[in-house]
Every structure is written in C-alpha cells, then in structure tokens.
C-alpha cells in the first residue's frame, strides 16, 4: 500500500487547481537607454564604420591617382621596374622587358602594330607610312630595338654599363616622343 500512496500523492500534486496554472499577461520591463554599455557599443560601432569609410575612399583615391599617369609616364615607369634585371647574368630577361615595354608604348602612342612585327618588319613598315612623329626617331628606335634583339637571340651577355646605357636610350626615346603638356 505505501506504493500505491506515493502515486496517489504525485498524482495528486501535479495536478493544481486552474486559477494558478494560468498566469495573465504582464505589460513589457523598461530596459534602461542610458546604460554605458549601450552607448559604448553604439559609439564604437559609429567610430568603426567612419574607420571604414575612411579607409575605402583612400583607397579609391590612391587608385584615381595612379590611373591619371600620362602613357608616357606609365612607359617611363615600367622601364624603372626592369631595373631589378640590370646584371649581366639577367642581360636576356632585361632585354625581352624593356623591348616589351617599348613596342606596348609605341602602339598605344602611334596606334601602329609592333608586338606582332619581327623588328625588321616594323622598321621597314615604318618608312613606308606617313607617320612622321615616329618617323622622326626612326634611328633612335631601330638602335634600341636591334640591341634589345641582340641580347635576346644571340645570347650576349653585356656589362652593367652597356645594359644602363640601353634603358637610358629607351628613357629619352620615351621622353621625346611623350604627350606635350597642354598649357
């Protein structure tokens, strides 16, 4: 029988009367606004989206500023970052650089077809049309280029001083054929 008591006991209290089962429904706690936790988050998420808006339009700016390079000035650049190959154990990789940076120029510049030329076919083009803006440094380019070919097929390695004194023709080539500055 002293089983049968307990279950009649838990029976019995698990089942309460109706009025205490159902609870009415209370209206919403005031959460404090003004808490420092609060303003803390909200001011450090207002200083990290300023951060971030800071640092986006930089970025844009930074890009703007090196988009408005002239084509000479981007040339002129890309002639400096062949620096690096300026050894006589890297004379071949120089000379296929600064040829390439070149003839990307000449195209861009005169609107004529080098990358696809054999040096030869590209001079001997050039006294046949009427460009007479390249025409006028037809002996400058012709000396480059054939040194740029010299270095890339015949294998020649040259001295540091002939490898600088074949970026400083590139150089002036560049420089005299740039975009005159409008006053």
């Known amino acids: 029988m002293k089983g049968i008591g307990r279950v009649w006991i838990a029976l019995v209290s698990s089942v309460a009367p109706a009025a ?4 009415d429904i209370r209206g919403p706690k005031a959460v404090p606004t003004e808490s420092w936790l609060m303003t803390a988050i909200v001011g450090s998420a207002v200083i990290g989206i300023a951060l971030c808006a800071y640092f986006i339009w930089r970025r844009r700016r930074y890009r703007e500023q090196g988009t408005s390079l002239t084509l000479a000035q981007r040339a002129l650049q890309r002639l400096e970052e062949t620096r690096p190959l300026m050894r006589p154990d890297s004379a071949r990789e120089f000379g296929i650089a600064a040829s390439e940076v070149i003839r990307s120029y000449l195209e861009k510049r005169f609107a004529v077809v080098v990358t696809q030329r054999t040096t030869e076919e590209f001079l001997c083009a050039l006294l046949q049309e009427s460009n007479e803006a ?11 280029l054939e040194q740029c070919d010299f270095i890339k097929f015949a294998g020649e390695t040259l001295a540091a001083a002939d490898l600088e004194s074949l970026l400083q023709s590139a150089r002036c080539f560049v420089l005299e054929t740039g975009e005159r500055p409008t006053a």
């Open 20 to 23: 205490e089962d159902i609870r």
């Open 134 to 144: 390249l025409a006028r440094h037809r002996p400058l380019l012709a000396q480059f």
